[in-house]
């Protein structure tokens, strides 16, 4: 084929365009058979050029693909939900975030741009997660066990494994401490008792001075009064702070039942150790708190974040697994919050459902993470610094 110049190209481009714009789908081809032949283009490039209003050799890639629907407007107001949300995955974002945003319009929150909230609504998991890249970092701690295995009662308190219990009835619990020791387990430190329901992911956290036998009872009776559910099964680990006849005892006198899970297996307790990370570690730390001081603002910080925790934040909660061929499978049902699978539970009662419905529509989600902020200061002030611990 002889080589065509430039000026010739764009002749032959202008004398066919309007013709091309206007042709239906059959003669278009014809079109761009005979520009493609006479040019030298390829059929992309020409069909390209004749959309154009000019012909330009550089095309503008700016109009290529389709219009950007989420633009910086709402990348922003993602971010914002995102931080509100504690920083949570795509999927539990977007299983939320209709809760969120009405939560926010509710208490005169809502600053975004009414379109701004219509495209907030209809996001997907997989648009929220690339949106949210740029901004996401990673965090990466890990901490000391401080569990001392208790030898009493051991044949008295059955082991169970992370499958036995009938998880579908709310009450069904799992509890663990969190130490706040810092890097050495030496001396008194204060302990978060966490104590996490299986059925509904409804978590509960209480400071205790430490991890003596009668802090620790006293703690989960605090918290037992605060479930929004009879208390029907505790699991815990081997620390002698659980495996004791003063736990023991109440168990049997209200008909609790109590199991222990195996020794030196954490995924029997993966229920709480999970939110051990996802509750107590990514707010408050791996600091190091000593003294009554440290609990009481602990435990105020606590009552904050319950209601935030369980009212606002959805999760993921694993249906069934099972095995195609060497891999293991896993399938998880649609993200929600604990106060969600409460008020879909056949076992909790109308009443105690419209209880919880109440303080609902009382909470403001963002008043309620400036609370937090705020308190989460006042703690960080009385932290130990790590070069400072006593032996």
């Known amino acids: 084929m002889k080589k065509v110049s430039m000026k010739t190209r764009k002749e032959i481009i202008e004398a066919n365009k309007k013709e091309y714009q206007k042709a ?187 991890k003596a036998q009668k802090n620790v009872f006293d703690g989960l009776i605090k918290v037992e009064a605060r479930l929004p559910f009879p208390l029907l099964g505790i699991d815990s680990d081997n620390g002698k702070e659980f495996i004791n006849h003063q736990l023991y005892r109440y168990c049997l006198k209200k008909g609790i039942c109590f199991t222990r899970s195996r020794p030196y297996n954490k995924n029997d307790n993966c229920h709480v150790e999970q939110k051990n990370w996802a509750v107590v570690r990514r707010n408050i730390g791996y600091d190091r708190y000593e003294g009554q001081k440290a609990v009481k603002r602990l435990n105020a910080y606590y009552e904050k974040l319950r209601l935030y925790s369980n009212f606002f934040l959805p999760q993921t909660k694993l249906i069934r697994k099972y095995r195609v061929d060497s891999k293991i499978c896993k399938e998880y049902e649609k993200p929600k919050t604990p106060y969600q699978r409460i008020q879909e539970s056949i076992h909790i009662p109308a009443s105690t459902k419209k209880e919880l419905e109440k303080i609902f529509l009382t909470l403001n989600p963002v008043a309620l993470k400036e609370e937090m902020e705020e308190l989460l200061e006042e703690i960080f002030k009385i932290k130990i610094p790590w070069s400072g611990y006593h032996n």
């Open 24 to 210: 239906t789908k059959k003669e278009k081809k014809q079109i761009l058979d005979s520009i493609c032949c006479s040019t030298g283009l390829s059929r992309d490039r020409a069909a390209r050029v004749l959309r154009k209003k000019s012909f330009n050799k550089k095309i503008n890639i700016e109009n290529r693909g389709r219009k950007v629907k989420y633009g910086p407007k709402v990348a922003k107001a993602l971010e914002f939900i995102w931080t509100l949300m504690d920083y949570a995955c795509g999927k539990r974002i977007a299983a939320g975030m209709s809760v969120m945003l009405d939560a926010l319009e509710r208490h005169g929150e809502l600053v975004f741009d009414s379109d701004v909230v219509q495209k907030l609504r209809e996001i997907s998991s997989f648009t929220i997660d690339k949106l949210l890249k740029p901004v996401k970092k990673a965090m990466s701690y890990k901490g000391i066990s401080t569990t001392k295995p208790g030898t009493l009662l051991k044949k008295d308190i059955p082991l169970r494994l992370g499958t036995e219990w009938d998880d579908a009835i709310p009450g069904y619990t799992e509890i663990d401490l969190v130490a706040h020791c810092g890097d050495t387990a030496a001396g008194d430190y204060v302990q978060t008792l966490d104590v996490t329901d299986i059925c509904t992911g409804w978590t509960e956290t209480q400071a205790v001075i430490n």
